[in-house]
């Protein structure tokens, strides 16, 4: 739960930092800027939306499973399994609008020559690997190639943020 909360709040704020970003590397593709803001947010919502859906499914699960298997419950559990298959297929359809916003924000941050090279190429590669990460079927490359793509889109927008917060491109709090 502790982690959903954190998420919800990581969406709640990473809007103005979107709209921040957008606007400064408006200037000359906007309709890049703006498909890159909804991409992003538009990953951000649906994958709140799977992990609430996920939490919201574990605990009826392990209720089932912890009573005495019947052929009602096993219906039940089966059901509940589906429930959380489908939100995990959702999970992965969210890191796609994601990754690509971020690919997206990456190329132009490059092409605009606000921000430095190595940060461009910080969230080109951290999209690249939230592709790989979750576009194979599992294993060991994928589950590392899906933790270098949380840690490096974390990475990406700290740096970013303070790169727009000291040239002045971020809202500062009255």
Known sequence: ???LVVFSLVLLFAVPFFMSLRDALKSRNGL?????VALLILGFAVLAASLFAQFAGLRPLADIYARETGARQDA???TAEAV???TNGLLILGLIPLST???LFGVLSRKS????DWLAYVGILSAILGYVGFGLPFSVLTLAAGIAFFFLLLVWIFATSAYLWWSGAMPTPA
């Open 101 to 103: 916003g971020v690919l």
């Open 32 to 36: 890049l800027a703006n498909a890159a």
């Open 1 to 3: 739960m502790a982690g």
């Open 113 to 116: 020559g606000r921000f430095p």
């Open 76 to 78: 039940a559990a089966v």
């Open 84 to 86: 959380l298959g489908l």
